[in-house]
């Protein structure tokens, strides 16, 4: 199957809807200018149908494997990632001062998209790069920064994260993996881990692990944890390659999706200690890491939203070529997008995608607010805004595109669940996204304990008046239709009611707001793309940005089906949030298995 980026759409909900220019005004960033972006788009739109597309499925057919411990990628990906890096993709983002573009987020996010849309298995490796340098960056001497940003950057070496261990999933506080003092201010490590994306790889000289890990002295738990560079391969005193370090791949992983991927388990110190050094300070290594584990999350909820798109994409195009009944009111046989079912089925798909673009798209679009803002009361509020946010894109844009990746397979029917058609695929690469970098639990649990409980709802009460601000604004000028702001009034208020009553009720019954955090999760999630939603009703409806005029009318019919089909959903979430919390509680001893029979 095809996939086609939809750089229209790309282009409106960056250039006409959040708009360039408050970022363009701000110090630092000056290269948000509306013509560089369009040139990237397009430039990256053609590495991604003429490189990235063709080897989506040969790295599902030929995964990644070992050979005589060594990985071996899929055929073609090394290639594609030196193309990629000739193209100057991978330093896009990141600091000028070390051979970066600077470019802003909000131009990395639809190229994320396209980039995991056409193939999710190669882009995982550039993602966690670009999540080494930030920490790096963010944390690193001004001596560990000229040694491993340069080439990082470049691509020259691939960077990883080390957290999960046999022993440790989601509890990292149960990590065993140590690091003792050598004396002369390195460290030798031991331990292993695994699940450990892109752990080794044949398209670099050298890989940078980021791994956790506990010093002699450290307090139990995550308060323990300290974060430590080390690299596959030595460097001597100028910063050339030397010998081996001690680190070996173990064994990959056999995965439902994403079968290009080398997932590793790796072994550190087998032979007395793997050579590393500290960055930061020690037992803040959690806090380093969530640097780190912050940008691959708002990475992995576009990645959601772009192989639902490609899910979308691939059953559309089926859906128009294949001929089978006679639709309701057609006196001929027609492809079956003209029975209503399936045509309800795209339409939903679509809308859904659209309202989740526009919700990813807003959260890079405020990473950049809270790195260019200088005014120290708007630069907090920035902050506070993206990482709001960064749970709202990471849980809700990831189900999002597992669920678009399911009805897609469904309007395949029986063709879906061959595997030659494509869409299995699809299915089974989705998945892992609501999975890995925390589930989407532990997004809502981080959304309802630390973003609402921690500050007493500040955030979300300053993220709800200002949409309740615009409602009002729409509402007096009637710039869009009633039925979409009352939907959108709709949704408004039962997530404002909903809010108060877990800051209310929640911090005297935990157990109870945890229960109810996913749904939460997503009932703020619709809130903020409903908002989105109706003003992209209104922008389309000025038809001002160069956009050919179809497009501007198809997107005000997607947003009215949106909030008749769509939003009514809130309502479904807002109850489950306003049940009694014994009722789940009743269950709770015969769910642990306390002796009670079930079934």
Known sequence: MNYIPPLNDMAFVVKELLG???????PGGEGAEASLFDAVLAESARLTQEVLVPLNSVGDHEPAHLDGGKVITPQGFKMAYEQFLAGGWNGLTAPVDFGGQGLPSIFAAPLEEMWHGANMAFTLGPLLTRGAVEAIDYAGTAAQKARYLPKLITGTWMGTMNLTEPQAGSDLGALRTRAVPAGDGTYRLTGQKIFITYGDQDWTENIIHLVLARLPDAPAGVRGLSLFIVPKVLLNDQGNLAAPNQVRTVSLEHKLGIHGSPTCMLSYGDEGGAWGELLGEPHRGLELMFVMMNAARFSVGVQGLAIGERAYQGALEYARTRIQG????????????????????LVEMDARLQAGRTLAYYAGWMIDRAH?????????WAQRRSDLLTPLVKGHCTELGVWASNVALQVFGGMGFIEETGAAQHYRDARITTIYEGTTGIQANDLVGRKLWRDQ????????????????EFQEGE????????????????????????LRQGVT??????????????????????????????VAAQGRGGLPAEFYRQKQNVVSFYAAHV????????????????????LRSSMAGDGTVIH
């Open 20 to 26: 360039l220019e408050p970022l363009a005004a701000l």
């Open 326 to 345: 006679l639709p309701v009111g057609e006196s001929q046989l027609q492809p079956i997008v003209h029975h209503p079912d399936v045509l309800r089925m």
């Open 372 to 380: 260019f803002e200088i005014d120290p009361q708007r630069k907090a």
């Open 457 to 472: 709802g500040l955030a979300v009460r300053e993220l709800l008046e200002e949409i309740s601000a615009t409602l009002k």
């Open 479 to 502: 710039k869009v239709g009633s039925a979409i702001l009352q939907a959108q009034a709709e949704v408004l208020k039962l997530t404002v009611q909903a809010t108060e009553r877990l």
């Open 509 to 538: 019954d935990p157990r109870w707001g945890l229960g109810v955090a996913v749904p939460y999760l997503h009932l703020l999630s619709l809130c903020v793309s409903a908002w989105w939603m109706t003003r992209s009703a209104w």
């Open 567 to 586: 939003l009514p959903r809130a309502l479904v979430l807002a109850r489950q949030i306003e049940a009694p919390g014994d009722l789940l509680e009743s």
